[in-house]
């Protein structure tokens, strides 16, 4: 996810659009997001990231471990997951937004690279 991430954009450019979104998708993204387990999804913050390529997709990479895997535990540990349909899937909606703007970028850069 980190790499893929790092070839669509850079730090500045996530800044940007993090900017783009307002405060208010800001203040939500900085939210823990709660899961059908015990386990929440810690929030992303963009001010307090110190490498924000890296934590923006690490954040990404929670999100789609939690819905793509739906074991209560993994390696004898309680993780974090969203049953499908259940009210808490609702929680990650917070995250289509980058991940449409991510997507339109990839495909953007995808079909250049088809080009040439």
């Not at 490498?51 to 074991?71: P, Q």
Request: proline share 2%; glycine share 4%; net charge positive.
């Amino acid at each position: 996810m980190e790499c893929v991430i790092n070839w669509l954009v850079d730090q500045n450019e996530i800044v940007d659009f993090f900017n783009s979104k307002g405060g208010d998708f800001n203040s939500k993204v900085k939210e823990n997001i709660k899961t059908s387990s015990v386990i929440d999804i810690k929030g992303f913050d963009i001010d307090k990231s110190k490498n924000i390529v890296n934590d923006l997709s690490g954040w990404l990479y929670s999100i789609r471990c939690s819905v793509v895997h739906s074991k209560k535990s993994r390696k004898g540990k309680v993780t974090a997951i969203f049953k499908p349909y259940s009210d808490k899937s609702e929680n990650i909606m917070v995250s289509i937004p980058i991940v449409k703007w991510l997507s339109i970028i990839c495909i953007s850069k995808d079909s250049k690279i088809s080009d040439e």
